[in-house]
T-cell receptor, first 112, second 114 residues
Framework: DAKTTQPTSMDCAEGRAANLPCNHS???????VYWYRQIHSQGPQYIIH???NNETNEMASLIITEDRKSSTLILPHATLRDTAVYYC?????????????FGAGTQVVVTP | GAVVSQHPSRVICKSGTSVKIECRSL??????MFWYRQFPKKSLMLMAT?????????EQGVEKDKFLINHASLTLSTLTVTSAHPEDSSFYIC??????????FGPGTRLTVT
């Protein structure tokens, strides 16, 4: 069973920041938070991951709460090409070679 | 970034035949590869985990005799769907990870069994 809870869908205006929430209240101390996205009929694309510190890369920022029970993925300037299903996954890299269990994800639609 | 390819991208086969799908890591050595399937409008379901040179570990409910997985080298894993039936029609996706445990996904293979 997926260990995360995400909203089913959200809309975002092109050029604005998209903030995608994720709850993972049962996260263990050795589990990372991963974000992937899947554009229709393609394989998932890695976005970012973190353990407890906030992380930023060229695609997005990841904000993890101090108690690690929730996180937010931020796409700073959403474009139409960011329309996809976004998956928040918790996984321990030392557990079963880093298996990823995908939940339902959040369908993000970026509109002009 | 790391690139994973799959071949073929689409395949149509007749019921009762077997189909082989290849997954290759093009620019890194994949110690572990994963196979997923995805039905329309559904999320990815992990089918099995394979480590180079050893037998695959299948998730509960996945028939190992029907979905044969071979991971003979650090850059290639194959999934063979044996005696395929229409209910096996799905989107099959592989992923590969190296020493950093980050998974990189292939583009997927659309299997249609008629």
């Amino acid at each position: 069973d997926a260990k995360t809870t995400q909203p089913t869908s959200m809309d975002c205006a092109e050029g604005r920041a998209a903030n995608l929430p994720c709850n993972h209240s049962t996260i263990s101390g050795n589990e990372y938070v991963y974000w992937y996205r899947q554009i229709h009929s393609q394989g998932p694309q890695y976005i970012i991951h973190g353990l407890k510190n906030n992380e930023t890369n060229e695609m997005a920022s990841l904000i993890i709460t101090e108690d690690r029970k929730s996180s937010t993925l931020i796409l700073p300037h959403a474009t139409l090409r960011d329309t996809a299903v976004y998956y928040c996954i918790v996984s321990a890299t030392t557990d079963s070679w880093g298996k990823l269990q995908f939940g339902a994800g959040t369908q993000v639609v970026v509109t002009p | 970034g790391a690139v994973v390819s799959q071949h073929p991208s689409r395949v149509i086969c007749k019921s009762g035949t077997s189909v082989k799908i290849e997954c290759r890591s093009l620019d890194f050595q994949a110690t572990t590869m994963f196979w997923y399937r995805q039905f329309p409008k559904k999320s990815l379901m992990l089918m099995a985990t394979s480590n180079e040179g050893s037998k695959a570990t299948y998730e509960q409910g996945v028939e190992k005799d029907k979905f044969l997985i071979n991971h003979a080298s650090l850059t290639l894993s194959t999934l063979t769907v044996t005696s395929a039936h229409p209910e096996d029609s799905s989107f099959y996706i592989c992923s590969a990870s190296g020493t950093t445990y980050e998974q990189y996904f292939g583009p997927g293979t659309r299997l249609t069994v008629t």
